[in-house]
């Protein structure tokens, strides 16, 4: 299994940034896809990015040209990178890995906790 382990989240004004961290631990991270997910009061959980093993990425359609994430395999940690927060943006910010199929024998699918993000004046 994987462990996950959110940080970095806060309280921050509209059009400041934020940097989440997520560290992660157990065998094999590097064959898991690794982004991040959030959830917003009321609202579905939705994608914000992930990075597929081999370092494709992709992103919510809100994160596209303000957030960016990457992973440091090595160390066991993806990072997602916020700038420009909006309102918008408030939500609990989930940390998540995902096992395909190619690398094992059933999909996988882990969770961090999440951390408060909160964008206000």
């Known amino acids: 299994q994987v462990q996950l382990v959110e940080s970095g989240g806060g309280l921050v004004q509209p059009g400041e940034s934020l940097r989440l961290s997520c560290a992660a631990s157990g065998s094999d991270f590097s064959r898991y896809s690794a982004g991040w997910y959030r959830q917003a009061q009321g609202r579905q959980r939705e994608l914000v990015a992930i990075m597929i093993v081999g370092g494709d990425t992709k992103y919510g359609n809100f994160s596209k040209g303000r957030f960016a994430i990457s992973r440091d395999n090595d160390q066991k940690t993806v990072v997602l990178q916020m700038n420009s927060l909006e309102p918008e943006d408030t939500a609990v910010y989930y940390c998540?890995?995902?096992?395909?199929?190619?690398?094992?024998?059933?999909?996988?699918?882990?969770w961090g906790q999440g951390t408060q993000v909160t964008v206000s004046a």
């Open positions: 998540n890995a995902k096992g395909s199929v190619l690398y094992f024998n059933r999909h996988e699918d882990y």
